[in-house]
Nanobody, 122 residues
Framework: VQLQASGGGLVQPGGSLRLSCLGS????????IGWFRQAPGKEREWVCS???????FYADSVRGRFATFRDNAKNAVILQMNNLRPEDTAVYYC?????????????????WGQGTEVTVSS
């Protein structure tokens, strides 16, 4: 599967953005989709995942503000980000894995899209 992330941009604190991870070459139904982000000078970190067997999982830093869900008609996974904070500024990546026993382990995701940049600033 090939992944393409889009939807990033500049938003003020408290604002919202919706990122999209579009799949091609294979249906995303066969994959757990993870969202990761990397801020300047920091390591890539897990944000959330939508499991192929059901359920969504979130890092403590985004729980209650972010939501991920599938748009099956478009073969896409959406990341809805609300109440954004300056510390959410990063390049966001979507990734796919067929067998993901631990959703926050980066090594479980074999396929990666290019990043989309999110900047939260006034």
């Amino acid at each position: 599967v090939q992944l393409q992330a889009s939807g990033g941009g500049l938003v003020q604190p408290g604002g919202s953005l919706r990122l999209s991870c579009l799949g091609s070459g294979s249906t995303l139904d066969d994959y757990t989709i993870g969202w990761f982000r990397q801020a300047p000078g920091k390591e890539r970190e897990w944000v959330c995942s939508d499991s192929r067997v059901g359920g969504s999982f979130y890092a403590d830093s985004v729980r209650g503000r972010f939501a991920t869900f599938r748009d099956n008609a478009k073969n896409a996974v959406i990341l809805q980000m609300n109440n954004l904070r300056p510390e959410d500024t990063a390049v966001y990546y979507c990734a796919a894995g067929r067998f993901v026993p631990v959703v926050y382990h980066i090594r479980n995701y074999a396929e990666w899209g290019q990043g989309t940049e999110v900047t939260v600033s006034s």
